[in-house]
């Protein structure tokens, strides 16, 4: 199966060998995307084989991302492929949350059961099978903390050496700490994301290091199993909406690309529509997305908010991302740091949880039905990006009434539940209780 790196840019489209090692379009500066120009699986055929592969014990066939290796058919020899078992994330139907969500029916699809606890796994396996193919030995991202804890775990499993540039005092600690604890040579770095996006790009090319952030074509191909995975669990009965965060809009082109595939090789009958949420303090692509052009996206100098996960002004992929959300009729918004704190209130209630940046989803499927945007009896589907455990010091903030938002204002803790001290006495534990 030929595979290709393609120019993004439509009046580009410049080709290169997939084995080059590069980034963006020599001729043009645009994103790379993964191009199998002759490639028409047979759906039928394609559906029963991936479930087949369900009850095997291979390894490839056990990973919720090489099962579906003829969606990402860029390798030729799977001996450079590292699993962790990544995918095999459920789909959790949450009626609590989509009552809150003003839907008949919600799903969520919790990509925080991954290995490293976010939705990074798929991407970063098909990530650094690439470097091993192309003989690269130390690996790099700039990160807001699930790449690097996923590229950190991934590059150890593949004996490469893991170099993680976080931007200081910005990251949660539970991200901090699996980046340490598999071995990442770790650099906080005093500036922002996008700040330290262009410092390790300059590094990367100096030093020959392999880049493994989400400009990263492979990454994305990865990212799309999320939505064959989902399609595969619902028996390929596409939803209307899928929601999802925005940040460096990696995932927004994988799910993009992966649906559109789906659509022409006939798996799915429709185009679900992409909704994606950004963070108010954070929010450039809903900027771009609701400007009467839609020709360049603004960065965001200063990017605020509590979801540090999504805290990027300067997303790289929108280009890509535009495209998507535009061809799928999909649509941008926005939502608040009270509006996510309390949508992710919800979400634990439900008895699933996730980190901030993931429950922007839920609150922005609230305003979306409540602008009629999306309809209360949308078939809806939305993506959980990362694992409770990922941050909880905002949720002990939270539920003790501590949290505060960038600018100093408290977030109320609508849905708190603060934990009680008691004496150990069962007399008055029981009085309590009374
Ligand atoms: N949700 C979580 C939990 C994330 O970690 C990220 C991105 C996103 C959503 C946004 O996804 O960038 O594809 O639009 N985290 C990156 C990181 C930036 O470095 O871990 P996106």
């Not at 919790?110 to 098909?126: A, E, V, W, Y």
């Not at 690097?148 to 004996?159: K, L």
């Amino acid at each position: 199966m030929p595979a290709e790196l393609v120019c993004f840019e439509p009046g580009c489209r410049a080709r290169y060998r997939v084995t080059e090692v590069i980034y963006n379009c020599t001729r043009c500066g645009g994103l790379l995307e993964a191009d199998y120009a002759e490639w028409e699986p047979d759906a039928g055929h394609m559906k029963a084989l991936w479930r087949s592969r369900r009850i095997s014990n291979a390894p490839l066939d056990q990973s919720g991302v090489w099962r579906y290796r003829e969606m990402i058919p860029f390798v030729e020899d799977f001996r450079s492929v590292v699993t962790l078992r990544e995918g095999n994330t459920p789909l959790l139907p949450a009626p609590k949350a989509a009552e809150y969500g003003g839907l008949d029916r919600l799903a969520f699809k919790h990509q925080g059961f991954n290995p490293t606890g976010s939705f990074k796994d798929n991407g970063m396996t098909c990530g650094v099978a690439q470097a091993r193919r192309l003989g690269m030995r130390r690996v790099a991202c700039v990160s807001t903390g699930n790449t690097s804890a996923s590229m950190a775990a991934y590059a150890g499993a593949a004996g490469l050496d893991p170099l993680v540039f976080i931007p200081h005092g910005n990251i949660s600690y539970g991200k901090l700490a699996q980046a340490l604890e598999y071995g990442a040579r770790t650099f906080q770095v005093e500036a922002n994301f996008d700040q330290i996006l262009a410092l390790v790009r300059e590094l990367a090319e100096r030093l020959g290091i392999y880049l493994l952030n989400s400009i990263n074509p492979f990454r994305i191909e990865g990212q799309k199993t999320i939505m064959v995975e989902m399609l595969d669990q619902r028996e390929w009965h596409a939803p209307d909406w899928i929601v999802l965060p925005g940040g460096n809009l990696g995932n927004t082109s994988a799910f993009g690309k992966a649906l559109r595939e789906l659509k022409r090789w006939e798996f799915i009958d429709h185009m679900p529509r992409l909704a994606v949420i950004q963070a108010e303090g954070a929010a450039p692509f809903y900027e771009l997305f609701h400007s009467r052009e839609r020709r360049r996206l603004a960065t965001v100098e200063h990017p605020e908010t509590l979801a540090t996960a999504i805290k990027i002004g300067d997303p790289v992929s929108w280009p890509k991302a535009l495209y998507e959300v535009t061809e799928s009729c999909g649509t941008v918004e926005k939502v608040g740091e009270q509006e996510i704190a309390d949508a992710k209130a919800i979400i634990g209630q439900c008895g699933i949880g996730c980190e901030p940046a993931s429950a922007a989803t839920l609150a922005g499927i609230r305003k979306l039905t409540a602008a009629g945007t999306m309809a209360r009896d949308a078939d809806v589907v939305a993506v959980l990006t990362g694992n409770v455990l990922k941050d909880p010091d905002y949720i002990y903030r939270y539920h003790t009434g501590q949290l505060e938002a960038p600018h100093g204002s408290r977030i109320r803790p609508t849905f708190g539940n603060q934990p009680v001290v008691v004496p150990n006495d069962a007399e008055k534990i029981a009085a309590l209780l009374a």
